[in-house]
Nanobody, 116 residues
Framework: QVQLVESGGGLVQPGGSLRLSCATS????????MGWYRQAPGNGRELFAV???????NYADSVKGRFTISRDNAKNMVYLQMNSLKAVDTAVYYC??????????WGQGTQVTVSS
């Protein structure tokens, strides 16, 4: 059974940094891309960072220049380095894996709270 488990969330002050990790387990298959969504209270789920198997990245304008996505293909892990955090970044952050077959896996989410 495939599982995605996020870690690294928590409470941080504005301007601070956090690093999220997503570990996969099970026979996940051929990955097309890995990425991160987030969902703030009252909002829909937002895809804001993806990375392909070849290492190409794409970011939403809201996080460009502040967040960096990376992956370890050998371990099927994906990471998110978040710098210069703002209160508007407060959300539940979800790891996401899309396979070549278009099937999608989700993690259970980790809370990130940016507050003084």
């Amino acid at each position: 059974q495939v599982q995605l488990v996020e870690s690294g969330g928590g409470l941080v002050q504005p301007g601070g940094s956090l690093r999220l990790s997503c570990a996969t387990s099970g026979n996940i298959g051929s990955i097309y891309h890995m990425g991160w969504y987030r969902q703030a209270p009252g909002n829909g789920r937002e895809l804001f960072a993806v990375i392909t198997s070849g290492g190409s990245t794409n970011y939403a304008d809201s996080v460009k220049g502040r967040f960096t996505i990376s992956r370890d293909n050998a371990k099927n892990m994906v990471y998110l380095q978040m710098n210069s955090l703002k209160a508007v970044d407060t959300a539940v952050y979800y790891c996401h894996v899309r396979l070549v077959s278009a099937y999608v896996y989700w993690g259970q989410g980790t809370q990130v709270t940016v507050s003084s």
